[in-house]
């Protein structure tokens, strides 16, 4: 391998690495020096957070191409937070506020992208954290739970689940009860269409945080911010803030929810994709 057009911070990593006898592809991605001028930094980045993540088994395989599809829409609505994604997450933050049991369900995805704004969101509330993963492997949720607890999360869900969501097969039914069984309002970054319905049809509140303005998830929620998470995250808690700061009344939050129309929401983001995706020639 060439060294010589690293820069040399990377060029000093790859030589202790060389006389620990570890492999160049172990650690390319130590390599990367992308500058913060670079065009596609932020982009970069998360691909860069996605990556590690798999690598020390925090993220599962699937979750690299799930990424590559939430980049494909990002893309499309030109890596910014729209206003209809910024009215859902005000409705989300309104809905949380007034839940009595909020929870965050957390992936390996969310665990490596925004695992602060998880930790931060989860004490404002306060809701509880729950780690429910798609491909469940005991080693990987308690990595997740780990990495929480390291940031400062006081509790973790789903280490030892101890019960099942009602309508899915066992590994992705698992759940607690004192968790997602008990939840009123569940905020669901980067659902499955699937559990998305199923805690649904639980008479769950269900909050998607989804790109794809046309999955199963995002049709199923009540809300659905299309948005990234990294964007996302961030201003659910702004709003959460800003509603306390503007000591809102519980009626007028409850009346922006009712005037809140989901699917009118995604179809005006659908709108603005072509439009704009189109003007960009
Ligand atoms: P569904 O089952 O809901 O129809 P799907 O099969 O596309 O959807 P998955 O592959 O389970 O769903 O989930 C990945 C979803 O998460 C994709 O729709 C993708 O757009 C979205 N996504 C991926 N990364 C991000 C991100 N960083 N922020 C927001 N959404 C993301």
Sequence with gaps: MKKRNFPPLAQIICYKLEAKNIKPNHYNHLLMHVP??????????????????????????????AHGRGEAFDYLIGEKTLPEA???????????????RPLIS????IAVLV??????????????????????????VKKIADLLRKLGAKK???????????????????????????????LIPLEDGDRAKALKNMGKITIAIDLNP?????????????????????????????????????KSMVKEIEEFDNLGNLSKILERMQKDAGSRF
Aim: glycine share 4%.
């Design 115 to 140: 695992p602060d704004d998880i930790v931060r969101l989860s004490e404002l509330l306060p809701a509880k954290i729950e780690i429910n993963l798609f491909y469940r492997s005991e080693e990987r």
């Design 214 to 250: 046309l999955s199963r998830t995002s049709k199923e929620s009540h809300v659905t911010i299309v948005d990234d998470v990294v964007r996302a995250l961030p201003r659910i808690i702004d709003h959460v803030r800003e509603a306390r700061k503007k000591e809102l009344s519980r």
């Design 86 to 100: 910024d009215l859902a997450e005000k409705i989300a933050a309104y809905h949380l506020i007034l839940a009595k």
């Design 106 to 109: 957390v992936n390996g995805n």
């Design 36 to 65: 913060k001028s670079h065009p596609r930094y932020e982009s970069l980045m998360k691909r860069e957070k996605i990556i590690k993540g798999m690598r020390e088994g925090i993220v599962a395989e699937a979750g690299l191409i």
């Design 156 to 186: 973790v869900l789903g280490e030892k689940p101890d019960a099942n969501i009602p309508g899915l097969e066992h590994s992705r039914a698992l759940c607690t009860n004192e968790g997602m069984m008990m939840a009123d309002v569940v």
